[in-house]
């Protein structure tokens, strides 16, 4: 089992900065892909980034270029710096993480913490 704990998130005004990271414990050793998905009221889950071990990633289109995904593999940590905020980056940001087992994966999420963008 894997356990995702995020921090960060918050209220900011359009073209604000902020950032949020993510701790997991537990068995952290089979861990592959870290990263970020959000939710907006009313909308899918989508794709933020995603970072594998050996520094692979995979954005969401509508973030490129304004966020960056870093990863610390020593301290089972993923960030997300998110920059140029806009209106419609306002979600529930979910830490995401994919573990790997005999036969598959095993997809982990955090609880969730809240990004509201003002105008």
């Known amino acids: 089992q894997v356990q995702l704990v995020e921090s960060g998130g918050g209220l900011v005004q359009a073209g604000g900065s902020l950032s949020l990271s993510c701790v997991a414990s537990?068995?952290?050793?089979?861990?592959?892909?870290m990263g970020w998905y959000r939710q907006a009221p009313g909308k899918q889950r989508e794709l933020v980034a995603v970072?594998?071990?050996?520094?692979?990633?995979n954005h969401g289109d509508s973030v490129k270029g304004r966020f960056t995904i870093s990863r610390d593999n020593a301290k089972n940590t993923v960030y997300l710096q998110m920059n140029s905020l806009r209106l419609e980056d306002t979600a529930v940001y979910y830490c995401?993480?994919?573990?790997?087992?005999?036969?598959?994966?095993?997809?982990?999420w955090g609880q969730g913490t809240q990004v509201t963008v003002s105008s």
């Open positions: 995401y993480a994919q573990r790997e087992r005999d036969l598959g994966y095993d997809d982990y």
């Open positions: 537990g068995s952290t050793s089979s861990i592959n892909a």
């Open positions: 970072i594998r071990r050996g520094g692979y990633i």
